[in-house]
């Protein structure tokens, strides 16, 4: 059965400070994983990884996928405030999306 | 570009009561997705489609829940009767290709029932 399993559930960090958020999954016809910036309203999306070892960046984001251990990490630099938020993991299998619980992360000024 | 959109944006409403949720997709979005999002979880899938045909609604509790997208735009949600435990957000999502697994969300539609 496909799964998505994603670690920490929270993180609370200071401003500045660098984060790393784990999605680990079991999957039987990988297309894609995704990830997801959750803030108080919709998920707003980030990034899709397909191969394995090839960075995706955006500013402060980053995300790899490793698909022989079969986990992805987002990575953010400098955290700001305004980067609090429910980050979601999701993997596209058989062009349907199976979704991680999300990690929830708190930076306090 | 507009967003997704959907209405109402909360409701609350009293158990075996009904209710229903309407989005409108991005234009010239064909596939069209309604979730459901408790609090702490993820989102879940309840009905895909694709224009106006379902692709897949094998989570969706059939003897309440039903979903329509005539015309291949706009759909509506209808919950009835409601349930306690069906108190959640619902997230309505458009993509331009069923494959990339890009979503674009819509705000959301709180139901509370009491």
């Known amino acids: 059965e496909d799964k998505v399993v994603q670690s920490p559930l929270s993180l609370v960090v200071h401003e500045g400070d660098t984060v790393t958020l784990n999605c680990s999954y079991e999957v039987t016809n990988f297309r894609s994983l995704l990830w997801y910036k959750q803030e108080k309203k919709a998920p707003t999306f980030l990034f899709m990884l397909t191969s394995s070892g090839i960075e995706k960046k955006s500013g402060r984001l980053s995300s790899i996928l490793d698909k022989k251990e079969l986990f992805s990490i987002l990575n953010i630099t400098a955290t700001q405030t305004g980067d609090s938020a429910i980050y979601l993991c999701a993997l596209n299998s058989n062009y349907q999306l199976i979704w991680g619980a999300g990690t929830k992360l708190i930076i306090k000024p | 570009e507009a967003g997704v959109a959907q209405s109402p944006r909360y409701k609350i409403i009293e158990k075996r009561q009904s209710v229903a949720f309407w989005c409108n997709p991005i234009?010239?979005?064909?596939?069209l997705y309604w979730y459901q999002q408790i609090l702490g979880q993820g989102p879940k899938l309840l009905i895909q489609f694709q224009n106006n045909g379902v692709v897949d609604d094998s989570q969706l509790p059939k003897d309440r829940f039903s979903a329509e997208r005539l015309k291949g735009v706009d759909s509506t949600l209808k919950i009835q009767p409601a349930k306690l435990e069906d108190s959640a957000v619902y997230l309505c999502?458009?993509?331009?290709?069923?494959?990339?697994?890009?979503?674009?969300f819509g705000e959301g539609s709180r139901l509370t029932v009491l």
């Open positions: 999502a458009s993509s331009l290709e069923r494959s990339t697994g890009e979503l674009f």
């Open positions: 234009s010239g979005h064909a596939t």
